[in-house]
């Protein structure tokens, strides 16, 4: 298979603007990319086709009008082998905890500490590959939960946990490697659950996470979880905090992500109104926010 990479020039100044424009747009894809030795940076992906990048050329025109002026687009021919060594530089194992997050191609010679879980990861143009600060935040947050409940309870069996906007199911599948049963992740766009069973394949969890299509209303539907992420975006956490708050069981945690820092305290305001009496907390890492909300029992 061969596709196109595409690379559009973009002012080092206007890296933080045109990521957070493009972040609000829910436009996922492009990077953005900066390289401090030459004070150079720019927009990059891989796309199917020609035509495929060109389309997304210019739909980040659209979506950064008024924000930042971009380059001229460059897209050459990429042969399958060549981004796939791309992305290796970029995503590296990391860890939180007890949890471990490995690329493929890093497994085998990957040391795994006794006792600990590990979730393989298999990078695609669309999807996440917990290498995000929004999915970090929300790693870390559920580990930690996990620690909790384990000190408490001695298992996480019997504890639900949902994964609303699933994406590539990263989060869905950390929980059942933590010990999390059962787990449940939706997500509106049919691909992305598509992706996201073919990720439970790769780590041997096929059937141990009920991957669904669904938005914040059907997904959420006569649900109750003791452990309810959204990495979404903060306008859609925001719109549905009602529902998103109900579907959380007494003594239960809700975590936010997907949220820049500087739309945190909008977005704490909103859930305080909605869930009072509950516990709020939040972090920030990078650009990025979370909000984590502990429901009384």
Not at 92 to 99: A, I, L, Q, T, V
Not at 215 to 220: E, Q
Not at 264 to 285: H, K, N, S
């Amino acid at each position: 298979m061969s596709l196109v990479e595409a690379r559009i020039p973009i002012s080092v100044s206007a890296t933080e603007a045109i990521e957070n424009a493009l972040a609000e747009a829910e436009n996922a894809d492009w990077g953005v990319f900066e390289d401090k030795p030459t004070a150079s940076a720019w927009l990059g992906s891989y796309f199917p086709d020609e035509a495929a990048a060109k389309a997304a050329v210019e739909r980040a025109r659209r979506d950064l009008r008024g924000v930042a002026k971009i380059g001229e687009p460059e897209i050459r021919p990429m042969p399958d082998a060549d981004w796939r060594e791309s992305y290796k530089a970029h995503f590296k194992p990391w860890h939180f905890g007890r949890m471990h997050w490995v690329p493929v191609w890093e497994r085998d010679s990957y040391a795994l500490p006794a006792g600990d879980a590990l979730v393989q990861l298999d990078p695609g143009m669309a999807f996440g590959t917990g290498n995000h600060e929004t999915t970090r935040l929300c790693c870390e947050r559920m580990v930690a939960y996990a620690e909790q409940q384990r000190v408490a309870r001695g298992s996480l069996a019997g504890l639900r946990v949902v994964d609303a906007g699933c994406g590539s199911g990263i989060l869905a599948i950390s929980a059942v490697k933590l010990g999390f049963s059962p787990v449940a992740g939706f997500d509106n766009d049919p691909e992305a659950v598509a992706v996201s069973r073919e990720n439970a394949a790769l780590n041997g969890v096929t059937g141990q996470v009920d991957f669904f299509v669904g938005n914040l209303i059907t997904g959420l539907q006569g649900r109750q979880a003791d452990l309810l992420m959204a990495n979404i975006l903060a306008n859609v956490l925001r719109e549905f905090a009602r529902e998103l708050v109900a579907a959380v069981a007494p003594g239960g945690w809700l975590v936010l992500s997907g949220i820049l820092a500087t739309e945190i305290e909008a977005v704490r305001r909103d859930f305080a109104t909605v869930a009072p009496g509950w516990e709020l907390e939040t972090r920030t890492m990078g650009e990025w926010a979370d909000l984590k909300l502990v429901r009384p029992q």
